[in-house]
């Protein structure tokens, strides 16, 4: 079992930022794909961004110049830089990977991110 752990969700203005964290229990430099997801009260969750073990990203349009994936194999944690945030952007985010040889992804308990405007 992997365990993802999201932090650094909260309230902010519009125009401001906030950097999501994901610590992760298992080594994500095995893993073969993590993101961010989203889902907003009444909507489905979406895809935000995504990063593949050779690193290679890619953003939902939406997020597009606005929003940074990345990671750090040392900490096993990913990261989702968010600036220029709006009042759309509002949503509980989560975490998923997954990894070689599990039978299925891993999620995590997701983090409120509240953009006033």
């Known amino acids: 079992q992997v365990q993802l752990v999201e932090s650094g969700g909260g309230l902010v203005q519009a125009g401001g930022s906030l950097r999501l964290s994901c610590a992760a229990s298992e080594n994500i430099f095995t893993m073969n794909a993590m993101g961010w997801y989203r889902q907003a009260p009444g909507s489905q969750r979406e895809l935000v961004a995504a990063i593949m073990n050779g690193g290679r990203t890619s953003y939902a349009d939406s997020v597009k110049g606005r929003f940074t994936i990345s990671r750090d194999n040392a900490k096993n944690t990913l990261y989702l830089q968010m600036d220029s945030l709006k009042p759309e952007d509002t949503a509980t985010y989560y975490c998923?990977?997954?990894?070689?040889?599990?039978?299925?992804?891993?999620w995590g308990q997701g983090t409120q991110v509240t953009v006033s405007s």
């Open positions: 998923s990977g997954s990894w070689p040889n599990h039978e299925h992804d891993y």
